[in-house]
């Protein structure tokens, strides 16, 4: 038993540091465009971005529940908490790679790839809860595309409306909007993103025999609200200088578009208790919103270079939780 708690915690510690670089990592989008219009200066933005984040992962479960229980049962996984620690490894090392290369990847795509690859290797194909993991596949897939729509929309409406007026005037007036705008995008992403180590936590507390059954603690909910909420005050400039400059030149009223677009979409998915790519959401209603003000606008090859971080992500990350698997299989005191 006591074996088994020190393995937990390490567990929990990995949980926690995965939830601490999605803050640096995913959270920057959520700041990007506030900050490239310079609506909000950089420390303020952080600083406001991490209490939203708190307030938001505080305020929801039901994410949490789905990725606990709906890629595999874990109270049927003899190594449940073996492929909890595959997962988390994967899901930090691909995100660690795409920060340091300024990717905006998805966090989601790495945790739910590398999740189905650990239990695919370490107790078969057909522990996969297969119409489970389809659902949050779709809901991933089809999230992105939904926010580009949306975003399109919200911008042409926008351009009707003050297409006329004078572009100072209209810049000024939603560069102060984008303070609301920023702090809801934080505060949607703390909805689903943070419940996301929630639910691995909460997985691998059923696997170990500790708990059965999938409400998430109080204690589980604070650390990953504050690792979440730490890890956006650090920061991820990489990531800020790819949204809020190498897409397309974002002026105010195209920041607002943006964040109003996928922050509806974010919430949306939040209240289903669907697990979306806040990143993904984030990227495509700039896209759209590029593609409403001037489709030439938009850097179609920097917009290519995402997407396909986007399509390799869950291969990616699926195959290495596999190999991680194997390597703790052969090292792993049990």
């Given at each position: 038993?006591?074996?088994?708690?020190?393995?937990?915690?390490?567990?929990?510690?990995?949980a926690?540091?995965?939830?601490?670089?999605?803050?640096?990592?995913?959270?920057?989008?959520?700041?990007?465009?506030?900050?490239?219009?310079?609506?909000?200066?950089?420390?303020?933005?952080?600083?406001?971005?991490?209490?939203?984040?708190?307030?938001?992962?505080?305020?929801?479960?039901?994410?949490?529940?789905?990725?606990?229980?709906?890629?595999?049962?874990?109270?049927?996984?003899?190594?449940?908490?073996?492929?909890?620690?595959?997962?988390?490894?994967?899901?930090?090392?691909?995100?660690?790679?795409?920060?340091?290369?300024?990717?905006?990847?998805?966090?989601?795509?790495?945790?739910?790839?590398?999740?189905?690859?650990?239990?695919?290797?370490?107790?078969?194909?057909?522990?996969?809860?297969?119409?489970?993991?389809?659902?949050?596949?779709?809901?991933?897939?089809?999230?992105?595309?939904?926010?580009?729509?949306?975003?399109?929309?919200?911008?042409?409406?926008?351009?009707?409306?003050?297409?006329?007026?004078?572009?100072?005037?209209?810049?000024?007036?939603?560069?102060?909007?984008?303070?609301?705008?920023?702090?809801?995008?934080?505060?949607?992403?703390?909805?689903?993103?943070?419940?996301?180590a929630?639910?691995?936590?909460?997985?691998?507390?059923?696997a170990?025999?500790?708990?059965?059954?999938?409400?998430?603690?109080?204690?589980?909910?604070?650390?990953?609200?504050?690792?979440?909420?730490?890890?956006?005050?650090?920061?991820?400039?990489?990531?800020?200088?790819?949204?809020?400059?190498?897409?397309?030149?974002?002026?105010?009223?195209?920041?607002?578009?943006?964040?109003?677009?996928s922050?509806?979409?974010?919430?949306?998915?939040?209240?289903?208790?669907?697990?979306?790519?806040?990143?993904?959401?984030?990227?495509?209603?700039i896209?759209?919103?590029?593609?409403?003000?001037?489709?030439s606008?938009?850097?179609?090859?920097?917009?290519?270079?995402?997407?396909?971080?986007?399509?390799?992500?869950?291969?990616?990350?699926?195959?290495?939780?596999?190999?991680?698997?194997?390597?703790?299989?052969?090292?792993?005191?049990?």
């Amino acid at each position: 038993m006591d074996h088994m708690m020190i393995v937990l915690g390490f567990v929990i510690f990995l949980a926690l540091a995965f939830d601490f670089i999605n803050g640096f990592h995913d959270t920057a989008n959520a700041i990007a465009t506030s900050v490239s219009t310079r609506a909000l200066k950089p420390r303020v933005a952080i600083l406001m971005a991490a209490s939203m984040n708190f307030l938001g992962a505080l305020s929801f479960t039901g994410v949490a529940k789905t990725i606990g229980g709906s890629v595999a049962d874990p109270a049927k996984l003899d190594n449940g908490v073996e492929i909890v620690i595959a997962t988390l490894i994967a899901a930090i090392i691909w995100n660690l790679v795409t920060w340091w290369l300024g990717i905006p990847s998805s966090s989601s795509h790495a945790l739910i790839g590398a999740l189905a690859g650990a239990v695919f290797i370490g107790a078969g194909s057909s522990s996969i809860n297969y119409s489970g993991f389809t659902k949050i596949v779709e809901g991933l897939i089809f999230s992105p595309l939904i926010a580009f729509a949306v975003g399109y929309v919200v911008m042409w409406i926008l351009k009707i409306i003050f297409g006329r007026m004078s572009p100072h005037s209209v810049n000024k007036g939603f560069r102060t909007g984008q303070i609301m705008t920023a702090a809801l995008q934080s505060f949607t992403h703390g909805t689903n993103d943070a419940q996301k180590a929630m639910g691995i936590i909460t997985f691998a507390l059923v696997a170990a025999g500790v708990q059965d059954h999938l409400e998430v603690p109080l204690w589980v909910k604070l650390s990953a609200a504050t690792a979440m909420a730490l890890g956006t005050s650090v920061g991820g400039w990489k990531i800020i200088k790819t949204m809020g400059t190498k897409i397309f030149k974002i002026e105010p009223i195209n920041g607002f578009a943006a964040d109003i677009s996928s922050a509806s979409i974010i919430m949306t998915a939040t209240l289903l208790h669907l697990p979306v790519s806040t990143t993904h959401a984030i990227t495509s209603a700039i896209l759209g919103v590029g593609s409403a003000k001037r489709f030439s606008a938009v850097k179609w090859g920097m917009a290519g270079r995402i997407i396909v971080s986007w399509i390799v992500t869950i291969p990616i990350s699926f195959g290495l939780a596999m190999i991680i698997f194997k390597l703790l299989d052969i090292f792993y005191i049990k």
